[in-house]
């Protein structure tokens, strides 16, 4: 049988789109000082030289050329094999969003890439970043249809993956390796971070080319930095427009942890005196006690934060891109009036700017450059509030009737067992710097209402994207970024039981969480707009033995003691706060599988709209204001 010739233009010609084509490398044929040097050595030595400590992944035969690689710098890069590859995905994610510092992750051919998929458009989504290397069938055998080559329709992984990096890259030979490498780290941190990937054909891991590892990028970028320049006028106007108003906010997105931007918006806000809240992203920018601090506005918002902004003239935004959740699906009145509200708004990605509302002044910038420059202006000009006494005053009357509405729950003796009661449990005995990571569903929603963050950058949620599955393997992330601080998940018993496998990675790697999961035999979110929308037709959201028409579960805190963890399953109220605290004192591995009442809703205080069904109207507070 013939064999086939290696890759040329023309037998990989059906890879047209161009533009993510690794960029053309220089010629390193004949140069002194060089050796013969394998591609997966270049990989893992220039993975070295970044300081990238972890690399995350699960083998296959389109990995093993790398994994050689590895084996020779395990000194420097410890490997962790999650039992799938979307958990690599979740923990470098959550790894990255506390450090700034992107992780290497790695699958095989066909199935492997894929089952990434879903963890890498859940990053990009975010604006977090990870370094993703996937393998592809041998030059030698590209458009042959051999095992797991994805050759059909002119496709090819890098062209599945386009739409969730902010670049892939097509290695076609070992030279590749020295430009597009540094390029690809570069790209990751700046800007708005986000995953890139590189397809490589396995074969070019053991085959070799006589040149030398690359250097990284000099003055290479932190994460979300921004080589513009933003105009000392334009930040003058805005701030003297914000602080003549009578009732004006500070919108704190997620931007501000991308730039790491706590103590500059604390320092801004205190010297203008201005109130500050969050989109959810944004949780966590200011400590929860900070006696500016509002809360999250939204659907599921804080009261205080989300009246607040239904009556304020003027708002800052700085790294907010105002989706459905956050502004009440867009309709006026729920969340915001803009007009007449007035928006200055501040993005580092232009085409933000004026995307869902319209602005009165917009500046494209990094967030903490912007923090900076402003706060500079403001001491220097005396710039602060001129008149807040009374809207101080308005906001405090919401934030009174919000701490009368809640906290009844908080001391509830209710069995099955009330949210609230339990955040309050988990607010009190919590350290300051515990990590908290959100998994998807009620209980991302529980969390975004009632969780304190006490440090600011230790609240860690899925937005865009969504993907369940987040916070189940993302805490492990966590705790490889922060050892020695509590890293804790609040999940479900639906995301829960969908990746179950991350308590055998954290038995398996020492790496100690807990696990707090909402029992409510339910995919309760969804169960939820059933009841809401379709008058209480429900499907294929409740988790019911089909024989006995009972709920059922498996016993999940059994299953985590079968992977060898601690477990323990919480019937009654007054069990959790022990539970709890022998969990974050522990340093085991620690599943509490919490009953939780499945018809206790979450507070609506803003709204939420599926077109074409009508918005729900708010559960607290009053109903729009025009």
Same mark, same amino acid.
């Given at each position: 049988?013939?064999?086939?010739?290696?890759?040329?233009?023309?037998?990989?010609?059906?890879?047209?789109?161009?533009?993510?084509?690794?960029?053309?490398?220089?010629?390193?044929?004949?140069?002194?000082?060089?050796?013969?040097?394998?591609?997966?050595?270049?990989?893992?030595?220039?993975?070295?030289?970044?300081?990238?400590?972890?690399?995350?992944?699960?083998?296959?035969?389109?990995?093993?050329?790398?994994?050689?690689?590895?084996?020779?710098?395990?000194?420097?890069?410890?490997?962790?094999?999650?039992?799938?590859?979307?958990?690599?995905?979740?923990?470098?994610?959550?790894?990255?969003?506390?450090?700034?510092?992107?992780?290497?992750?790695?699958?095989?051919?066909?199935?492997?890439?894929?089952?990434?998929?879903?963890?890498?458009?859940?990053?990009?989504?975010?604006?977090?970043?990870?370094?993703?290397?996937?393998?592809?069938?041998?030059?030698?055998?590209?458009?042959?249809?051999?095992?797991?080559?994805?050759?059909?329709?002119?496709?090819?992984?890098?062209?599945?993956?386009?739409?969730?990096?902010?670049?892939?890259?097509?290695?076609?030979?070992?030279?590749?390796?020295?430009?597009?490498?540094?390029?690809?780290?570069?790209?990751?941190?700046?800007?708005?971070?986000?995953?890139?990937?590189?397809?490589?054909?396995?074969?070019?891991?053991?085959?070799?080319?006589?040149?030398?590892?690359?250097?990284?990028?000099?003055?290479?970028?932190?994460?979300?930095?921004?080589?513009?320049?933003?105009?000392?006028?334009?930040?003058?106007?805005?701030?003297?427009?914000?602080?003549?108003?009578?009732?004006?906010?500070?919108?704190?997105?997620?931007?501000?942890?991308?730039?790491?931007?706590?103590?500059?918006?604390?320092?801004?806000?205190?010297?203008?005196?201005?109130?500050?809240?969050?989109?959810?992203?944004?949780?966590?920018?200011?400590?929860?006690?900070?006696?500016?601090?509002?809360?999250?506005?939204?659907?599921?918002?804080?009261?205080?934060?989300?009246?607040?902004?239904?009556?304020?003239?003027?708002?800052?935004?700085?790294?907010?891109?105002?989706?459905?959740?956050?502004?009440?699906?867009?309709?006026?009145?729920?969340?915001?009036?803009?007009?007449?509200?007035?928006?200055?708004?501040?993005?580092?990605?232009?085409?933000?700017?004026?995307?869902?509302?319209?602005?009165?002044?917009?500046?494209?910038?990094?967030?903490?450059?912007?923090?900076?420059?402003?706060?500079?202006?403001?001491?220097?000009?005396?710039?602060?509030?001129?008149?807040?006494?009374?809207?101080?005053?308005?906001?405090?009357?919401?934030?009174?009737?919000?701490?009368?509405?809640?906290?009844?729950?908080?001391?509830?003796?209710?069995?099955?067992?009330?949210?609230?009661?339990?955040?309050?449990?988990?607010?009190?005995?919590?350290?300051?710097?515990?990590?908290? +990571?959100?998994?998807?569903?009620?209980?991302?929603?529980?969390?975004?209402?009632?969780?304190?963050?006490?440090?600011?950058?230790?609240?860690?949620?899925?937005?865009?994207?969504?993907?369940?599955?987040?916070?189940?393997?993302?805490?492990?992330?966590?705790?490889?970024?922060?050892?020695?601080?509590?890293? +804790?998940?609040?999940?479900?018993?639906?995301?829960?039981?969908?990746?179950?496998?991350?308590?055998?990675?954290?038995?398996?790697?020492?790496?100690?969480?807990?696990?707090?999961?909402?029992?409510?035999?339910?995919?309760?979110?969804?169960?939820?707009?059933?009841?809401?929308?379709?008058?209480?037709?429900?499907?294929?959201?409740?988790?019911?033995?089909?024989?006995?028409?009972?709920?059922?579960?498996?016993?999940?805190?059994?299953?985590?003691?079968?992977?060898?963890?601690?477990?323990?399953?919480?019937?009654?109220?007054?069990?959790?706060?022990?539970?709890?605290?022998?969990?974050?004192?522990?340093?085991?591995?620690?599943?509490?599988?919490?009953?939780?009442?499945?018809?206790?809703?979450?507070?609506?205080?803003?709204?939420?709209?599926?077109?074409?069904?009508?918005?729900?109207?708010?559960?607290?507070?009053?109903?729009?204001?025009?």
């Amino acid at each position: 049988m013939e064999r086939r010739k290696p890759y040329s233009s023309s037998n990989y010609s059906s890879f047209t789109p161009s533009q993510s084509y690794s960029t053309p490398s220089r010629s390193y044929s004949g140069m002194p000082g060089t050796n013969e040097i394998r591609g997966a050595d270049i990989i893992a030595e220039y993975l070295v030289k970044e300081k990238v400590p972890y690399i995350l992944g699960y083998a296959g035969h389109g990995a093993i050329g790398l994994l050689d690689g590895i084996y020779k710098h395990t000194d420097k890069i410890r490997h962790i094999s999650p039992r799938i590859e979307q958990g690599a995905g979740f923990m470098a994610d959550v790894y990255f969003r506390l450090t700034g510092q992107p992780l290497a992750v790695y699958a095989s051919t066909g199935p492997g890439p894929m089952n990434m998929m879903i963890s890498v458009a859940n990053a990009f989504y975010d604006n977090s970043a990870f370094f993703l290397i996937t393998g592809q069938v041998p030059t030698t055998q590209v458009n042959s249809g051999a095992l797991q080559d994805d050759y059909r329709y002119n496709g090819d992984m890098s062209s599945i993956f386009q739409p969730v990096v902010k670049k892939s890259y097509r290695i076609r030979k070992v030279e590749d390796l020295c430009s597009t490498l540094p390029e690809a780290f570069g790209l990751m941190r700046t800007g708005r971070p986000g995953p890139v990937h590189f397809d490589m054909p396995y074969d070019l891991y053991i085959e070799s080319a006589p040149v030398s590892t690359p250097e990284p990028l000099n003055g290479s970028a932190s994460a979300g930095s921004w080589s513009g320049k933003m105009s000392d006028y334009s930040i003058q106007r805005a701030l003297e427009i914000l602080c003549a108003s009578e009732r004006p906010l500070i919108l704190a997105g997620g931007g501000i942890r991308v730039a790491g931007a706590y103590e500059q918006l604390r320092q801004l806000a205190e010297q203008l005196e201005i109130p500050v809240y969050t989109s959810f992203m944004g949780k966590g920018a200011l400590p929860y006690d900070h006696k500016l601090h509002l809360g999250i506005a939204g659907v599921w918002g804080d009261y205080p934060a989300t009246e607040a902004c239904r009556n304020a003239d003027v708002i800052l935004a700085i790294g907010a891109r105002f989706n459905d959740l956050h502004t009440g699906s867009w309709i006026p009145g729920y969340v915001y009036n803009i007009p007449p509200t007035k928006l200055i708004q501040v993005d580092i990605d232009e085409n933000e700017i004026g995307r869902n509302y319209p602005v009165e002044i917009g500046i494209t910038g990094d967030a903490k450059e912007f923090l900076e420059q402003a706060l500079k202006i403001a001491r220097g000009k005396g710039i602060r509030i001129e008149s807040g006494d009374a809207w101080r005053r308005e906001i405090e009357g919401w934030q009174s009737e919000w701490r009368n509405f809640c906290a009844p729950f908080e001391t509830s003796s209710e069995v099955p067992i009330e949210p609230r009661r339990m955040l309050a449990d988990m607010n009190r005995l919590s350290p300051a710097g515990t990590v908290m +990571v959100d998994d998807i569903g009620n209980c991302q929603v529980w969390s975004e209402q009632y969780w304190q963050t006490k440090v600011p950058g230790t609240h860690m949620t899925a937005g865009g994207f969504a993907a369940m599955g987040f916070g189940v393997c993302g805490v492990l992330g966590a705790r490889l970024a922060r050892p020695d601080s509590p890293c +804790v998940t609040l999940c479900g018993d639906g995301g829960f039981t969908m990746w179950p496998h991350a308590v055998m990675t954290a038995v398996e790697y020492n790496l100690p969480a807990v696990w707090v999961v909402q029992n409510n035999y339910a995919i309760g979110t969804i169960r939820d707009l059933q009841r809401v929308y379709l008058d209480g037709r429900e499907l294929g959201t409740s988790f019911v033995n089909q024989q006995t028409g009972q709920f059922w579960n498996p016993d999940i805190a059994r299953m985590a003691e079968a992977m060898g963890a601690h477990g323990v399953r919480i019937e009654h109220p007054d069990q959790f706060g022990d539970a709890y605290a022998e969990a974050l004192n522990s340093n085991v591995p620690t599943v509490l599988d919490v009953v939780i009442n499945r018809d206790t809703g979450v507070p609506v205080t803003g709204t939420w709209q599926m077109p074409p069904i009508p918005e729900v109207e708010p559960t607290f507070g009053r109903r729009k204001v025009r």
